[in-house]
């Protein structure tokens, strides 16, 4: 199954880091995989986006326009990308930051309060991680243990500390989409 | 080694270093722009040396004064700022100096955007500089391409003594891959014996130059320059063609948009319609051949090129198919990007119209 | 018999192209002697420009680049971080060095790059057939200014010299002339100072020398000479507008 | 301590400059002669008033004179 | 008014005066010195202005700036100041500014010389600069007719919102020739509305633009540009058609090099051999359709372009014949001119081969 | 009540698309301030560049034109010597003026061309992502110079004020900054002061202005206008460089 | 002589220049509220003792703030 | 007929001024008639040339190829257009300057002591005046009259006094053909 994913939020929500970390993880899997980043500077503050495209075959246009899954961080990239999903797709809503439900009835979508349970974990900004978690648990796209191999290979020098942090998020997002 | 993932513009100044590059001299320009900020750490790590030159134009006059040198050596920028090297670059071409162009497309014309386009192709492949000359032109169509492209670039550069241009759109300079930097083989290169690197009183002075106030003498290095540029077609003349077997349709697409169209042909396939793709990775010298002999199948029906710009390869697709088959077009334009989608909607108009 | 005057080994045995009297000539010369004398022959590198100048490739007894109209300095940026250990000079006329390339010599003055650029101020387009350059001088008619500078629409003639003076890497900058032998020794030690300040690395180097287009000016060499000192020299002060410890 | 001018007479382009440098007036244009270029070329009447300054070979805008002297 | 003997460039100069163009900005380079020179001393006669500008790159924005502000503006140059606008001109394209730019094209590549030639047909036809955008190229075989087109190149310019390029080549700008300056048809043309000449307080602001940050945005505006080419395709393209009543060989070729081969033609008549020729006098739009139809001639055996180049506008020949016809070439480069005997034997030979 | 401050009339509604804090945001309300003061609005036509302040035409509420990258000067003099009668401004990053554009800016002041520009210096190039200008400081990080600029390879920041202030044309050049109210008064009084003397047809006028980049310097915009003072101001004094008798 | 400050509270950007600006630091972030561009806005919490200098309507990079003065 | 006319000589012998003065003299015939110059500063003392074409149809390349005549002034002007006259057509020589002999026999070769005969005339810069009239008398391109009329006219306010000086030029030019 080739996995397409788009990931969006605002700048500062670790979008890109997230996509970044899910791909290496395919990678390590041995499957084929391209990571694509929304870039240009001219929305600064504005919206932030990346597509995964994760696959047995080798993938081809880099760009998601149908997306097997969306992962989206903030209520502009709701607006944005909810059309993208293909029907039967999953749509992951961080709803801590998006009060506004899905429309469509045609996809799977899991409302997940990634912000309150960063919060909760003490540190807010790994609610990217938590999103990562509910899409992993929803779509097997790669094994936990991969991304968590990945996660302690960016850290282990620098913030080891962090690193079982990171492994919570995923289990409490995985829990949300349970 | 194992293959890591790498965004393109920084596998792409990578590969100038395995390649021997040693000086880089740029001008930031969205979305090329992690190819000089890559390069302003990694230089000064292997003693080579970068440099952000005050503009397009000093930089490509960086660059001939480099190679002139007898460097490796390479540039980079984004279509606005090619525009500005037009003059420079047609004086490496006219001086023979070797050297790599890096060109990540963006929208035009005039500022136009930032987003990935391939609306470049004429500038790059017929002579957006004045006079006769031709630039190598590779167009890479994933990240590991360009990372081997860019390597051969240099040894072709070296080996022709003539600038060579690697053309990706933004979605080549910006997605992550997985990349294996393997050895490209190597080729016999001729020594740099005509070099500007002084004459150590050992030999005669040598002189960089391309004008040739005489007539006579500027049309005999014309002719000198073209007999280059027909060995060149001859060697180097790359074309990748998929699934042509039986193809009634055969999409010609370079780059990116080439793995587009493969996504369409699959989606094709599965719809019962057989299509082919000839993908040139030269864009110079234009795969024609393979165009024309695909032109002379049977089972072809017609072409049909998929690009990001108005519609400029589709001439070379014309010149070659001849009259032949009908040659259809397709494109966006201004950042956008085709869908495979959108792609088999109009091979299967097409192929309604012809049959 | 001993010779205390020959031609230079830093030029080639070519006959010159410049018209009779023009000042090039013997800008050629004193830059080849200043080689043949500092012994870099070996080692050097020049850059011819696009203006009269343009075949100095052919004049210069050393390894030369044909850089395009005023990216002379890129040129030799080029090669001199190529060859640290070679000297690097440019040859550059008023509109080559001034007008189209005025970015390209602020810019090498700013790197400090470590070369040293002749800079030929003949206040006129030579080759092109007398058009005003930046430097002409106002009432000075060109092709182009055929009754004359106006300051009121061309503006006043700009000052290269002190202009890059302002520019702390731009180590060694003097402007001389070549209308007598007294200024031409003169003009001689500057061109050895900025090879000297070139080679002990110090950073950018940039002797002006006024120089005579009888051809352009329409007069002859003798009235060109003449001309140049009561005109020129008047707005353009010779003089060291900068230049290291070592040198001075 | 005499001294010797040696044009190379060929390469002259008959601009006089020369004829200025010099201290002694000596260096005077040929009237009477064409070199190949179609110039008059310069040349020194009174050889033995040259004191080998060398300025005419300064000012010489096309390296056609030499110099050399006694010892 | 008699015919007067004029200098190409002078008379270029004088036409556009007389078509209203009251501002210019250019650059020295040989061979067109004499239409800034001219400019220079006939524009303050008129109240207009002539700068000279510090380089083609400010030549061509200053170029930018005045017909953005709502003047008739033109700026000339020759190959090497040609590709240094490159920036400039697909601004100008991509903002829609009107503006006449001449190119009296000299030999090429790099600094190459300064003696006649056709090299430059790419980039002018095809695209310099980068992105999707045409130019009107407009291309006299002799002085009195580049009277007449730089005239009506002003005139093109404003109703398409376009520049015009008008291509010479070293002959036509230095050749004297009888002229006289006859009126040009007037055109209805549009009201410069969009002109940034301040608001007055009697309008909306203006703004002349040609970034459009959103690709979808940036995609519109091309499309809205290649319908504007389109009606230019439609209105606009001019083809001389010479002789070619029962030719059996068709000779395309444009400026000058048209009049040499009208000489080859008379020299071929003489000989019992009947030739005719194209010559497009616009190079965009080019006048396919003209040679598609001599294509279809039964008469016609070949067709030879004849340029002074190493063979550019061959590939509109080629694409316009589609493969009905063989194509040849004959070409001169560098500087070099053909001569009319040389073409008589290349056309003798292709005709010997056909047959 | 009396409205005592209000958004100037010179100012579009649009709002600006510039990072929170960047004080590019501070320069155009000043320009435009002083445009609608000095009643410049119906005939005032300004040249955006290609750097942050690219969308400038969006937010000045009178005629403008989008330069390509550095030439906004060569746009200017196109668009001032068809509406002499304008007040023709052109705003342009350090990037955009001190680099690609430096002959261009150099040649408008020398031709004396009355237009005024707005020089905007915040020392980094901000929309393509904080690479090194020709005024980014020595030591100061960059994109492209990531262990800091380093003077033996990347030279000295370029004072443009300074250099400028060789050139007899350029009538009017002021270095100012915005980081605190009071230095945000004078910049004003500058930039009226240019355009007062642009109108009276003196020359070529230019302001400095030292402004934050936020975004690119990794800070605050607190810690931004701390940083400017204390490391800016000392390399770039402000000050007057050049003014006319009539706006002194 | 009271003065009012008016924020067009949906175009600041939360980024405190004008809290440092005011002499007698009043403007502070609103650390409770968010706007539509998702920034805590600025606010003035004892309007009272609003001298009306205009200082942070000087130093707002955003055009947010106008000031009213009692004649 | 058409004149096909190639003259050339040093840069200040006047052959431009010469290859106007007969077109403008054709034009007023009411002919058909280019002129091309050589150009470029490269050869700066050299030799400068120019191209007239007279014709009563008109006029196809102006390059002069294949000269009905050959005007030389100077030695590397022989040397280098001796070649370009047709069989028939006609050379003719300032022997004045020029001490060789044409080598071709195909053709009518004149030679014109045009420097002497000016010098004679009182003003050596009328050599070229002396030429034309060698050329006029030769070929009859353009009646002598139309080119009195138009020395005439560009003369006629600043140096009237040179008119009469010149036609002497053009007759004893002519003398020395018959
Ligand atoms: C890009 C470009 N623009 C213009 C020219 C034409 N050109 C050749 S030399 C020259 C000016 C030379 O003047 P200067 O630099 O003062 O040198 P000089 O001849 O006076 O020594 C120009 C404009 C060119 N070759 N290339
Ligand atoms: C010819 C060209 N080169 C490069 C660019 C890319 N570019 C856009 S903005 C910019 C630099 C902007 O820096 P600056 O002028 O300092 O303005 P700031 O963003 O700092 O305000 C560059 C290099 C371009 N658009 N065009
Ligand atoms: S044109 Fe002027 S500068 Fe050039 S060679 Fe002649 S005299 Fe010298
Ligand atoms: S060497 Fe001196 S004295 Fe002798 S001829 Fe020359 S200038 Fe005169
Ligand atoms: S200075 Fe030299 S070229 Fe001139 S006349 Fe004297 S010798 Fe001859
Ligand atoms: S990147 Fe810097 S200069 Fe640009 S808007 Fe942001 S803070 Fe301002
Ligand atoms: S107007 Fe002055 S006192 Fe009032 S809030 Fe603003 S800065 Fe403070
Ligand atoms: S200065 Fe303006 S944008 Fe910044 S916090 Fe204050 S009101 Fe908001
Ligand atoms: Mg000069
Ligand atoms: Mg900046």
């Known amino acids: ?178 | 080694m194992a293959k890591e993932l790498w965004k393109g513009n920084e596998a792409i100044a990578e590969a100038a270093i395995k390649a021997g590059c040693r000086f880089f001299f740029g001008y930031p320009i969205t979305p090329q722009n992690e190819i000089p900020e890559y390069m302003s750490l990694r230089m000064p790590q292997v003693d080579g040396c970068f440099l952000q030159a005050e503009s397009e134009v000093a930089a490509i006059n960086m660059v001939y004064g480099a190679a002139g040198a007898g460097a490796r050596v390479m540039t980079s920028s984004s279509s606005p700022g090619i525009s500005l090297k037009q003059e420079g670059i047609t004086y490496c071409a006219g001086a023979e100096l070797p050297c790599v162009i890096v060109n990540i497309v963006r929208g035009g014309p005039g500022l136009g955007g930032i987003q990935p386009a391939q609306s470049d192709y004429f500038q790059a492949t017929k002579g957006g500089g004045h006079g006769d000359y031709r630039l190598i032109v590779l167009a890479p169509a994933s990240v590991q391409e360009a990372v081997d492209l860019v390597q051969q670039a240099f040894d072709m550069a070296d080996q022709y003594r003539n600038p060579v241009m690697v053309m990706g759109d933004g979605m080549i300079g910006q997605m992550m891959e997985p990349v294996e930097f393997t050895e490209v083989e190597k080729r016999p290169l001729p020594e740099k014996t005509w070099a500007t690197t002084g004459t150590k009183g050992e030999r005669q002075t040598n002189v960089i130059n391309s004008l040739f106030i005489d007539p006579a003498e500027c049309e005999k290095h014309n002719h000198r320059l073209y007999e280059k540029y027909k060995a060149i077609e001859n060697n180097e003349t790359r074309v990748e063609k998929y699934n042509l077997d039986g193809a009634e349709i055969v999409f010609v697409a370079y780059g990116t948009t080439a793995r587009i169209v493969k996504n369409a042909i699959s989606a094709l396939e599965k719809e019962g319609i057989k299509a082919g793709m000839i993908r040139p990775i030269t864009l110079w010298p234009y795969p024609y051949k393979a165009i024309e002999e695909a032109a002379g199948l049977d089972s072809v029906k017609a072409f049909m090129a998929v690009e990001m710009s108005m519609g400029q390869m589709v001439e070379d697709v014309r010149l070659a198919a001849a009259g032949k088959k009908p040659v259809h077009f397709y494109g966006r334009t201004g950042g956008m990007v085709p869908t495979p989608k959108a792609v088999v909607e109009q091979a299967k108009m097409i192929l309604g119209g012809v049959k | 018999m001993a010779v205390i005057f020959d031609k230079t080994k830093g030029l080639t045995d070519k006959t010159f192209h410049y018209c009779p009297g023009c000042t090039h000539g013997i800008i050629h010369r004193l830059v080849a002697e200043v080689m043949e004398e500092l012994n870099l022959l070996d080692k050097a590198i020049g850059v011819a420009p696009v203006g009269c100048a343009v075949f100095a490739y052919d004049y210069f007894n050393c390894d030369m680049q044909e850089a395009a109209h005023g990216r002379a300095p890129a040129v030799a940026t080029g090669i001199k971080r190529v060859h640290p250990e070679s000297a690097v000079f440019t040859y550059q006329g008023d509109g080559d060095l001034a007008s189209i390339g005025a970015a390209e010599i602020v810019h090498a003055a700013m790197r400090g790059e470590k070369f040293t650029t002749i800079f030929v101020n003949n206040a006129i387009y030579g080759m092109t057939g007398g058009q005003m350059a930046p430097t002409t001088l106002v009432g000075q008619k060109a092709t182009t200014a055929p009754l004359g500078r106006d300051e009121n629409h061309a503006g006043l003639p700009l000052r290269v010299s002190e202009m890059l003076a302002t520019i702390p890497k731009a180590v060694f900058v003097e402007r001389v002339s070549v209308h007598d032998v007294k200024h031409i020794i003169q003009a001689k030690k500057a061109i050895k100072k900025a090879f000297q300040a070139q080679m002990a690395g110090k950073g950018f180097t940039l002797v002006e020398v006024l120089s005579t287009c009888p051809t352009n000016w329409g007069k002859t060499p003798l009235e060109s000479l003449k001309w140049l000192e009561e005109n020129m020299i008047p707005y353009y002060p010779l003089g060291n507008y900068r230049s290291p410890e070592e040198v001075r | 301590m005499a001294a010797k001018v040696i044009f190379d007479e060929n390469r002259c382009k008959g601009c006089e400059l020369c004829t200025t440098a010099c201290p002694v007036k000596i260096v005077v244009m040929d009237k009477d002669r064409i070199n190949v270029k179609g110039y008059h070329p310069a040349t020194v009447k009174e050889m033995d008033k040259c004191i080998g300054c060398a300025s005419c070979a300064r000012i010489c805008p096309d390296v056609v004179i030499k110099i050399e002297k006694e010892k």
């Open chain 1, 1 to 178: 199954m080739t996995h397409e994913i788009i990931m969006a939020g605002f700048g500062g929500q670790g979008v890109m880091a997230m996509g970044k970390i899910l791909a290496e993880a395919a990678l390590m899997e041995g499957k084929n995989v391209s990571w694509l980043p929304s870039y240009g500077p001219e929305m600064r503050g504005g919206t932030a986006n990346c597509n995964v495209i994760i696959s047995e075959d080798p993938v081809g246009a880099p760009v998601v326009t149908e997306a097997t899954a969306a992962i989206v961080m903030n209520r502009p990239s709701l607006d944005k990308f909810e059309k993208d999903v293909v029907p039967g797709g999953t749509l992951i809503i961080n709803s801590s930051l998006i009060d506004k439900k899905a429309t469509r009835e045609d996809i799977k979508v899991y409302y997940v309060p990634a912000n309150d349970i960063a919060n909760e974990l003490g540190n807010g900004r790994i609610a990217n991680m938590v999103m990562l978690g509910a899409y992993l648990a929803t779509s097997k796209a790669t094994k936990e243990d991969t991304i968590m191999e990945i996660i302690t290979e960016i850290f282990k020098d620098k913030k080891a500390s962090v690193i079982p942090l990171n492994k919570e998020a995923l289990l409490k997002g995985a829990d949300c989409v349970k």
